[in-house]
């Protein structure tokens, strides 16, 4: 069976965070910050808001199912 790869996981989770409403100005994943497992591709991304303000939160990929979960990071 065929796992979710780092380049997709990145899309998908940048593609969670854009579909926020109202919609961010920018969506900047960490490539330093990730990790891999057999089950589930984590990112750390930096959002700019529409209101310029700024937050950062954690994406994890289920690798099965290549559902993206968003959560504020911690």
Do not use: H, I
Request: aromatic share 2%; glycine share 2%; with cysteine.
């Amino acid at each position: 069976m065929a796992k979710t790869s780092l380049s997709k996981g990145k899309k998908l989770c940048e593609a969670a965070a854009k579909a926020d409403q109202p919609a961010p100005k920018t969506v900047y994943v960490d490539k330093n910050e990730m990790t891999v497992s057999d089950a589930s591709l984590t990112f750390r991304l930096r959002v700019k808001k529409s209101d310029d303000s700024s937050v950062r939160l954690t994406c994890a990929v289920d690798r099965e199912t290549d559902a993206a979960t968003l959560a504020p990071a911690q």
